[in-house]
C-alpha cells in the first residue's frame, strides 16, 4: 500500500503523511523543501521516498507520474497550495499566476493522470485539498477563493462521473476553514476565528476519505459556514467575506 502526498513539507500535507504512515501506508512525499521532507521522513514507521519537486509546472507533475510507478500508488493527496491576500488591482501578478499553477493546474494534471490509472485498475482514492473559501466569493483573497472553487467542482465532477459508471474510485474534496499550518505567514493574514489543529484535520479527512466522503468539512462552525453560503444572496455573502477578509490583514 502506497500513498503520494503533494505539499508534504508541512500542515495538513505532513499530518496526512503521519496519519496514513500510522495506518500502514508506505509514503511518497513531494514538495519544494528538501529539507523539511528528510525532517518528516525520520518521524515515519514505513518506507518514505522523498521527491523534491516543484508541482507547479506541468512538465515537472507528467515527470513525477513517470518517475513512480503508478500501479503502486493507491492514494494520491493533492495538498500542494497557498494564497495571496489583498486588492485584486494591487497583488503580485506573478505570484498569482505561481499560485494559479499550484493550486489549479498542478492539481488538475496530477488528478487526470491518476485518475486514468485507478479507472483502469477500478480502485484507489483521491484527496484533493480545497477549502472553505471554495464556499463563495472572496474579495481581497479573490484569487485564492477562485482557486479553491476550481478544485471543488472540479472533484464534484468526476466524482458524478465516477458514480455514472459505478466505479469503485474514491474522490473527495476537503474543505477545511482556518486551520494552525504555515498558509498564514506565506498570505500574510491572521484570523479572528481560532484554527482547528491540523493533526486533527487530517484525521477527520482520511477517515472521511475512506468512507469516500464527496465533500468533507471538520467542524461544526464550518458546516454551518456552508451551509449559510447556500442560502444567503450572493450580494450579501460579498458584503459579508469582504468585511471578515478586511480583518486578516497582518
Do not use: W
Not at 63 to 74: A, D, G, H, R, V
Not at 169 to 179: D, H, M
Not at 232 to 238: F, N, S
Amino acid at each position: 500500500m502506497k500513498a503520494l502526498i503533494t505539499g508534504a513539507s508541512s500542515g495538513i500535507g505532513a499530518d496526512i503523511a503521519r496519519v496514513l504512515s500510522e495506518k500502514g501506508y508506505d509514503i511518497i512525499l513531494v514538495a519544494r523543501r528538501k529539507t523539511r521532507l528528510a525532517k518528516l521522513k525520520s518521524e515515519l514507521n514505513t518506507e518514505v521516498e522523498i521527491i523534491n519537486m516543484d508541482i507547479s509546472s506541468t512538465y515537472n507533475c507528467l515527470e513525477l507520474f513517470n518517475q513512480i510507478n503508478p500501479e503502486e500508488i493507491e492514494i494520491l493527496v493533492n495538498c500542494a497550495g497557498f494564497g495571496v491576500f489583498g486588492d485584486f488591482t494591487t497583488t503580485s501578478l506573478d505570484k498569482e499566476l505561481d499560485m494559479i499553477d499550484t493550486n489549479v493546474k498542478g492539481l488538475h494534471v496530477l488528478t487526470k493522470l491518476f485518475l486514468t490509472e485507478f479507472t483502469r485498475r477500478n480502485r484507489g482514492y483521491i484527496l484533493n485539498v480545497a477549502s472553505a473559501a471554495a464556499f463563495g466569493p472572496g474579495p481581497l483573497m479573490s484569487g485564492y477563493y477562485a482557486s479553491k472553487a476550481y478544485v471543488l467542482h472540479l472533484t464534484e465532477s468526476i466524482y458524478g462521473e465516477l458514480k455514472a459508471i459505478r466505479s469503485k474510485v474514491g474522490i473527495s474534496a476537503l474543505c477545511p476553514g482556518p486551520v494552525d499550518t504555515e498558509f498564514n505567514k506565506v498570505a500574510k493574514v491572521h484570523f479572528s476565528m481560532k484554527p482547528q489543529k491540523s493533526i486533527d484535520v487530517a484525521n477527520y479527512a482520511v477517515k472521511k476519505m475512506f468512507k469516500k466522503k464527496l465533500i468533507i468539512i471538520p467542524g461544526i462552525r464550518i458546516k454551518f459556514a456552508y451551509f449559510f453560503s447556500k442560502i444567503i444572496p450572493k450580494k450579501l455573502l460579498m458584503k459579508i467575506n469582504y468585511n471578515i477578509q478586511s480583518k486578516k490583514e497582518v
